[in-house]
């Protein structure tokens, strides 16, 4: 079965500094990968996807990430974060098998102060 | 605008109630799905839909039922709920290709069982 691990419970930045958050999955096939946002008290909103192609995936509001297949990662990262990122943020997987659905890992949550 | 619409937004229910959760959606998404959310458990799947009439348990399946009578509309039932059900219930739908596949959250039902 598949999984997601996102070893950061919680990440603080300051505004305008750089961002990374770090999301390994375990999949013996090739996988689909997903990073979403929820902002407080909102649904899950995509940022951006990964299907089998270029590693490097941009995203919404200068997000992007990268896979790795050596790594089994899927890094999300931004260049210059706003006060307004502050969220949580979910990696998953999906084995291309829509009849499975997503694997969430358990979230970051990003806290950003001036 | 494509969306997933899940009413009500906020429901308080006494031990034992029956609990009806709505979701919609205006995309003619075959599948759908719940997940819940609790604190420290990310979010788990509890009910996958194919079609009208045509669904399969998720990994957390126990206390639920659900109801697809049409496409774009998918039902979570909790009969006679308990306080451990208590949880942020989120549906989903997703166009089944493989080299395409998107899933749209719904924004969420908060659930508060006492």
């Known amino acids: 079965a598949q999984s997601v691990t996102q070893p950061d419970a919680r990440v603080t930045v300051s505004e305008g500094a750089s961002l990374q958050l770090r999301c390994k999955y375990s999949y013996f096939g090739t996988p689909y990968l997903f990073w979403y946002v929820q902002y407080p008290r909102q649904g899950l909103q995509l940022l951006l996807k990964?299907?089998?192609?270029?590693?490097v995936v941009q995203g919404v509001n200068g997000f992007e990430a990268e896979f790795s297949k050596s790594n089994s990662s899927f890094h999300l990262r931004k260049a210059s974060v706003h006060w307004s990122d502050w969220a949580v943020y979910f990696c998953a997987v999906s084995t291309g098998n829509y009849a499975q659905g997503l694997t969430f890992g358990l979230g970051t949550r990003v806290s950003v102060f001036p | 605008d494509m969306k997933v619409t899940q009413m009500p937004r906020y429901l308080i229910k006494r031990m034992g109630e029956n609990v009806l959760l709505e979701c919609g959606q205006d995309?003619?998404?075959?599948?759908m799905y719940w997940y819940r959310q609790d604190p420290g458990l990310g979010l788990q799947l509890i009910y996958i839909?194919?079609?009208?009439?045509?669904?399969s348990e998720g990994d957390i399946p126990k206390g639920y039922r659900v109801s697809r009578k049409k496409r774009e509309h998918f039902s979570l039932i909790l009969d006679s709920a308990k306080t451990n059900q208590t949880s942020v219930y989120f549906c989903?739908?997703?166009?089944?290709?493989?080299?395409?596949?998107?899933?749209?959250f719904g924004s969420g039902t908060r659930l508060l069982v006492i």
């Open positions: 990964y299907y089998p192609g270029d590693p």
């Open positions: 995309m003619s998404h075959e599948t």
């Open positions: 839909s194919y079609d009208v009439d045509s669904n």
């Open positions: 989903a739908s997703s166009f089944p290709d493989r080299t395409n596949s998107d899933y749209t």
